[in-house]
């Protein structure tokens, strides 16, 4: 159990959040709308910006060129807008290309209107932080070499800063400060964006991927009680078929034409019979056991837990005592949770994993508290590991072995949802240990009912 790893049933949920990473072009991030709408704003608020220089402030303001600018925005949005009249999402590469756009737009009206000198220079930030919140990080980088590359033009070559008669002159040592601040500013913000923005992705993707696996599950928890029930209710009706197909047997001639066919009957009949109690007993001690609101003891739940997860190599040693022998009390009664189940099983199965030869899994209670103890004789968790497990997409540099730590999160997440808590730490002389504990209150059944 030297690494978190998922389970089997997840393997697919993990291979599409790698293909996610690596290719997030396909993800279609962006509504057209979004971008456009953004777009609508800038335009008034540029529009609005020049008027008010030039003709509320008195500054003399390049109109005809300026408006020109604002106008190409323009008539780009009503192009979009005429050539797709219905909710459009775009791919990385076209979203990267608008907001490219957006930069050489305001970075031609910064041109017109005095360069880094003018106090909305600083918008050029806008686009980047964009992008790094819905885009790949290869279009993010691509956007912040465009834009550094527009803020050094920019600092070298533009008209005026419009100011009364006579101008006005900021030192180059000014300009080159806020070359500076802008540059390092569009650097930060799109990696301190992107890293948060990827991280609300990633726990999305693994929160989405915990619900699908108690969502499986759930169905094969429903999928046993169906079998049981069906077994149960078709056992009747083909008690009643036997029954009657053997006296029709016995009251028949020996040389009657029907002979064969009624014999046929009774074969077949207790061929369904057989089958409805291999069914049966399936849905009681296979994988996919009983009802989710079947009872039973705790150390049943565990050794539940961990019977789709038997390798030949690994041998399980399991283990029931109470905590405190004197107050202690009857060993508790549990439901059969698929939270639970599905947890403590892709635990088991991590141990598994890493096991060199045995996997002990103990389970204990006390007056207030149940444990499940799963331990093994692997290497134990990597160093430096042990503070993130738990965590979805674990990095290569923390986790040698390349597991994504999908499984473990998975399982950390549904156990906390039944009310546990869960402590992982290298045991003694070797291998790892998982602890999982609940308050009795919560987990145990108190009234069996009537």
């Given at each position: 159990m030297d690494a978190p790893s998922g389970g089997r049933e997840i393997d697919h949920i993990m291979s599409v959040n790698a293909a996610y990473e690596m290719a997030p072009a396909a993800t279609d991030p962006v509504r057209l709308r979004t971008l456009t709408l953004i777009r609508w704003v800038a335009i008034v608020g540029q529009a609005l910006a020049l008027l008010i220089v030039h003709f509320g402030l008195g500054f003399p303001v390049p109109l005809a060129a300026a408006f020109s600018v604002v106008g190409a925005s323009l008539l780009l949005n009503l192009i979009v807008m005429s050539g797709h009249p219905t909710p459009v999402r775009l791919g990385d590469r076209p979203a990267a290309a608008f907001l490219a756009f957006d930069i050489m737009q305001l970075a031609a009206l910064l041109y017109l209107t005095g360069g880094l000198e003018n106090p909305f220079s600083?918008?050029?930030?806008?686009?980047?932080?964009?992008?790094?919140t819905i885009?790949?990080?290869?279009?993010?980088?691509a956007l912040c070499v465009l834009s550094v590359a527009s803020i050094t033009l920019l600092a070298v070559m533009h008209y005026p800063l419009p100011w009364e008669e006579g101008g006005f002159s900021v030192p180059q040592m000014y300009v080159l400060g806020i070359w500076v601040a802008l540059a390092v500013g569009i650097v930060f913000f799109a990696i301190y964006t992107w890293r948060v923005a990827e991280e609300a992705r990633r726990m999305s993707n693994a929160l989405a991927a915990s619900q699908l696996a108690l969502a499986r599950e759930q169905q094969f928890a429903a999928l046993g009680g169906l079998a049981a029930a069906a077994a149960h209710e078709l056992g009747s009706p083909l008690g009643t078929i036997a029954v009657v197909s053997g006296e029709i047997a016995r009251d028949l001639p020996d040389d009657s034409l029907i002979s064969d066919d009624v014999q046929l009957l009774i074969s077949e009949t207790a061929r369904c019979r057989d089958i409805l109690a291999e069914l049966s007993d399936r849905s009681d001690e296979g994988e996919d056991r009983s009802s989710p609101f079947s009872l039973l003891p705790v150390h049943a739940l565990v050794q539940a837990a961990a019977e789709r997860h038997h390798?030949?190599?690994v041998t399980f040693s399991f283990e029931t005592m109470p905590l405190q022998e004197n107050a202690a009390g009857p060993e508790p009664i549990v439901v059969r949770s698929p939270e639970v189940i599905h947890g403590i099983g892709n635990i088991i199965q991590n141990a598994v994993q890493f096991a060199l030869s045995t996997v002990y899994v103990s389970?204990?209670?006390?007056?207030?508290?149940i444990r499940v103890s799963?331990?093994?004789?692997?290497?134990g968790f990597p160093p430096g590991l042990l503070e993130h497990v738990g965590e979805p997409y674990i990095s290569s540099r923390m986790n040698p072995a390349g597991h994504m730590g999908l499984g473990i999160f998975i399982a950390k997440t549904l156990l906390q949802r039944s009310g546990a808590t869960v402590a992982f730490e290298n045991d003694r002389p070797k291998g790892a240990k998982v602890d999982i504990?609940?308050?009795?209150?919560?987990l145990e059944v108190q009234e069996l009912g009537p």
């Open positions: 600083f918008l050029l930030l806008a686009p980047v932080a964009v992008s790094a885009l790949s990080i290869r279009s993010t980088f390798q030949d190599h389970s204990g209670w006390d007056a207030d508290e799963i331990r093994d004789d692997g290497p504990v609940w308050r009795r209150d919560h």
